[in-house]
């Protein structure tokens, strides 16, 4: 069923968006975009079929003429696994729409986490376990929908499906929306 309620909302994050009107971004005046914001979505690891909630700061830097963006992103995901990470991403905007992204981010993430056992009298409910600090790397798609003041997006809503490759061979998916001030 939870299968279900998520095939449900990602075709709902991804069908509204795909209605939005583009108008190109290049018309503005000045050279460079700093996009900066917040991404919240679910994470699930594929192998042992858990379910998170993700959190990312993120923060972007382009070129007003350039298809590419560089950028930081900060990410928190709760769930069994509790992770904090840093990503360094590389943006391609309009692949084959204007509005569609697709990004790259290599990254260091420090896991914790937490393994339950049947607990009799005098043991806790739950062990953690150690830290361990892991390479990862991100692979993401969204479909931009700029918000307008005037005639200027002062806002991006982007619904992303991205997954992370684990340095311990751990796949995750996630699903969620990300929300960018433009700053210029």
Known sequence: MKTIYSAIIILLFFGISLKAQFRPIDTLTGKVVHYAGVYAGAASILEDKLLGFALHGEYEYRMIKSSFGFGLEAQMIFSDITEFGVGFPIYWHG?????????????????????????????SEFEPTKNTANFFFRTGIGWETFIYRDADPVLVLTPVLCFDIISESEVYMGFGASLCWIIY
């Not at 729409?97 to 043991?123: A, C, D, E, H, Q």
């Open 95 to 123: 692949i084959t729409s204007m509005n569609f992204r697709f990004s790259l981010t290599p990254g260091l993430t420090i896991t914790k986490r937490v393994l339950y056992s049947r607990y009799g009298p005098g043991t």
